[in-house]
Nanobody, 115 residues
Framework: QVQFVESGGGLVQPGGSLSLSCASS????????MGWYRQGPGKQRELFASISSDGSPKYVDSVEGRFTISRDDAKNLVYLQINSLKPEDTALYYC?????????WGQGTQVTVSS
């Protein structure tokens, strides 16, 4: 069955870093573009980082230079390294295909940036 399981979130101070992981199953992972999405308090869920099947990343301006998306096709994993965290990065972070297969959202992992 199709499943996406995110992990690695937590509470960090502004300027801190976190490493998120996403385990995928039930899909032909290596052929699919993958994305990291987030939904902050009172905001709509947004796609902010994606990686093509050949490993090319894309970012929205607000995270460019601070976030790094990568993938391991042998392990069906997607990673997100997030640095220089800001309070506005506080959100529930999800990974799924890009575009999203909306029937298969996972639980997400919470990232809270606060002093």
């Amino acid at each position: 069955q199709v499943q996406f399981v995110e992990s690695g979130g937590g509470l960090v101070q502004p300027g801190g870093s976190l490493s998120l992981s996403c385990a995928s199953s039930g899909i032909n992972f290596r052929t699919l573009p993958m994305g990291w999405y987030r939904q902050g308090p009172g905001k709509q869920r947004e796609l902010f980082a994606s990686i093509s099947s050949d490993g090319s990343p894309k970012y929205v301006d607000s995270v460019e230079g601070r976030f790094t998306i990568s993938r391991d096709d042998a392990k069906n994993l997607v990673y997100l390294q997030i640095n220089s965290l800001k309070p506005e990065d506080t959100a529930l972070y999800y990974c799924i295909t890009d575009p999203a297969w909306n029937a298969f959202w996972g639980q997400g992992t919470q990232v809270t940036v606060s002093s």
